[in-house]
């Protein structure tokens, strides 16, 4: 009999997710891309507009952090921040055209990384499965 953790379904799927992020996020780092980065461009690709709070959730950030990282990009020209006309504590961020066109680039490599590391069938059967698990 092995380890528990041969066979934990959690231990399993965290040590897949921190495998192939691991090898994704060296490709970004050596395009110098921020990991912070490529998931604010990939959560508004390729054209949804979300508040702070909605980034923060997509991006498994902090909000406060988040605010510091989308100022940052919005100097940088990759992302436009807008205030809700009915709450002004509001701000939706969207993608300008040279964010988007970064994000192109970058969304095409994490596909193609994903071909790489499972058949097109089994990635879905395994994105099924995360979203049921997700839904609970």
Do not use: N
């Amino acid at each position: 009999m092995g380890r528990f953790t041969d066979d934990y379904l959690l231990y399993l799927a965290a040590q897949a997710s921190a495998a192939l992020s691991a090898e994704f996020h060296g490709w970004l780092a050596s395009r110098g891309v921020p990991v912070s980065t490529w998931r604010i461009l990939a959560s508004l690709y390729p054209d949804a507009a979300l508040t702070i709070g909605e980034l923060s959730e997509a991006c498994l950030a902090k909000q406060p952090t988040m605010t510091r990282t989308v100022d940052r990009l919005a100097a940088q020209g990759l992302v436009r921040r807008a205030d809700d006309a009915a709450d002004r504590r509001r701000v939706s961020v969207s993608l300008t055209p040279e964010g988007l066109a970064l994000a192109e680039g970058l969304v095409a490599e994490a596909r193609a990384h994903e071909a790489r590391a499972l058949s097109p069938a089994k990635a879905a059967a395994l994105k099924r499965t995360l979203r049921e698990i997700l839904k609970r």
